[in-house]
């Protein structure tokens, strides 16, 4: 009933496409003067030139109804695989650009033969235009949108003594480390967490590696987003845009992050000179890390278990329960052993704090 009604539709559309035609040819000939029909004449052409436009597309209607099906079904899984930002993008360029054609219609209108034609031609072209460009600069526009929206936080700010949260961008190193689930929960972060899908795509080929060692921190890396997602109290997005003219996934994060005016978390040294560099805002866990661990001064005194021999002659080596290295001077000979001992100076670096301390019986 439905495929009949179709086929009704399009043999009306086709007579309609007739008697168009056939205006259109009645009017060039009393224009250049061809032939002489009287109006009897006239009348039956055009209604056997629109009959026959209308019988034509009424068995051709079978196969313009499969073109539009496979043409819909096409459009259908394109617009499934689009992200809605490419959709809205370019449904704001194909507005723009029939607003700027409908500007120039009127110029148009008072041309013989087509003036009614290149209207219709030029919204097409106009619309395609539109999006096409939009679509293309939509990582320009998304930074105007978030530039302007992020003045205007800030002139809310200015008035009001409102701070604006930026949302954190976590990267793939800080995902595997696993501590930044239990910093979450803690409540120390505000705002919400961005996972881009390029930081997801990297997990995922880690997780699939041939290597042992990859896979497992791979693995251990998608568990712990299950972790963010179901345990944490906190607004998680994946960001599903990409910056394909990028290859690198540390330039990404930094350009996302300059795209949404956000901060990266991350533990990765290298990614963090970058976009200090970048002036993008980074928080680090490994300096976090290190500003928690407990504060030891000259003179105090501590017992701790010395492990191994040290680098230099007589030294022993123990350490703290956070990990934090105690270099005892002439401990080697209490290797094993649990002593007290004495601090005599305190040592920070990049990749923590270390403790000189020596034998408080020495």
Not at 65 to 71: A, D, L, Q, V
Not at 134 to 149: C, G, P, R, V, Y
Not at 235 to 257: N, T
Request: hydrophobic fraction near 45%.
């Amino acid at each position: 009933m439905q495929n009949k009604a179709l086929r009704i539709i399009i043999a009306i559309i086709g007579l309609g496409i007739g008697f168009e035609i056939m205006s259109l040819l009645f009017y060039f000939n009393s224009y250049f003067n061809f032939f002489t029909f009287s109006y009897l004449t006239a009348l039956i052409i055009t209604l056997l030139g629109t009959l026959t436009s209308g019988i034509i597309f009424y068995f051709l209607s079978p196969r313009i109804i499969n073109i539009f099906e496979k043409t819909s079904q096409w459009i259908e899984n394109k617009l499934q695989k689009t992200p809605m930002q490419d959709i809205l993008y370019g449904f704001f360029g194909m507005v723009m650009g029939l607003l700027l054609a409908n500007l120039f219609n009127r110029a148009f209108l008072g041309i013989p033969w087509v003036g009614g034609y290149i209207p219709i031609i030029l919204n097409i072209i106009m619309a395609y235009l539109g999006a096409s460009v939009a679509l293309k600069k939509k990582d320009e526009l998304t930074n105007i949108i978030a530039s302007s929206l992020g003045n205007l936080q800030k002139k809310k700010k200015k008035s009001s003594v409102i701070s604006l949260v930026r949302p954190k961008i976590l990267d793939t190193s800080v995902i595997i480390d696993g501590r930044i689930a239990d910093i979450c929960k803690t409540g120390f972060i505000e705002g919400t967490l961005v996972i881009p899908g390029f930081v997801l795509e990297e997990l995922r080929h880690i997780a699939d590696s041939s290597d042992s060692l990859k896979r497992n921190r791979g693995r251990r890396g998608l568990d712990i987003l299950n972790i963010i997602q179901k345990e944490v109290d906190m607004e998680v997005e994946i960001y599903e845009g990409d910056f394909e003219d990028v290859a690198e996934v540390d330039s990404k994060l930094v350009k996302l992050a300059q795209l949404i005016d956000g901060c990266i978390i991350t533990n990765d040294f290298n990614l963090n000179k970058v976009a200090e560099f970048q002036k993008v805002k980074v928080l680090n866990i490994n300096e976090l890390a290190n500003a928690l661990k407990p504060i030891v001064l000259p003179g105090e005194e501590m017992v701790v278990q010395v492990i191994k021999d040290g680098k230099e002659s007589g030294q022993g080596i123990a350490y703290l329960d956070d990990g934090t290295m105690i270099v005892v001077d002439g401990g080697k000979k209490y290797i094993g052993e649990t002593i007290e001992v004495l601090v005599t100076s305190v040592l920070q670096t990049a990749a923590g704090r270390m403790i000189f301390a020596k034998p408080k019986s020495a």
